[in-house]
Nanobody
Framework: QVQLVESGGGLVQAGGSLRLSCAAS????????IAWFRQAPGKEREFVAT????????DYVDSVKGRFTISRDNAKSTVYLQMNSLKPEDTAVYYC???????????????WGQGTQVTVSS
């Protein structure tokens, strides 16, 4: 099992940046694929980004490509989401999730954090 805790959310103006962290506890963090999802008010939770076990493979939803970067530090059991050029439509609760295999759907992931709020003002 793995437990996940997100941090780093907050209020930022459009065009600004935030870095989210997803700290994991439990065994074998490096054997888990980690993904970030987000959920805006009244909308379904959506995939944002994912990173492979070793960090060599990443993928993003089209709306954040070129603005967001996912990375991981397995020695610190932490995954990061660097978010630049933020837009009001990025406003959401951001969740990290873990699974042994890669995937893009909410139902695929077994382990979830509690979420961190990101609010982008115009």
């Amino acid at each position: 099992q793995v437990q996940l805790v997100e941090s780093g959310g907050g209020l930022v103006q459009a065009g600004g940046s935030l870095r989210l962290s997803c700290a994991a506890s439990g065994r074998s963090f490096s054997s888990y694929v980690i993904a970030w999802f987000r959920q805006a008010p009244g909308k379904e939770r959506e995939f944002v980004a994912t990173i492979s076990w070793g960090g060599g493979s990443t993928d993003y939803v089209d709306s954040v490509k070129g603005r967001f970067t996912i990375s991981r530090d397995n020695a610190k059991s932490t995954v990061y989401l660097q978010m630049n050029s933020l837009k009001p439509e990025d406003t959401a609760v951001y969740y990290c999730a873990a699974d042994r295999r890669s995937g893009y759907s909410v139902s695929h992931y077994d382990y979830w954090g509690q979420g961190t709020q990101v609010t982008v003002s115009s």
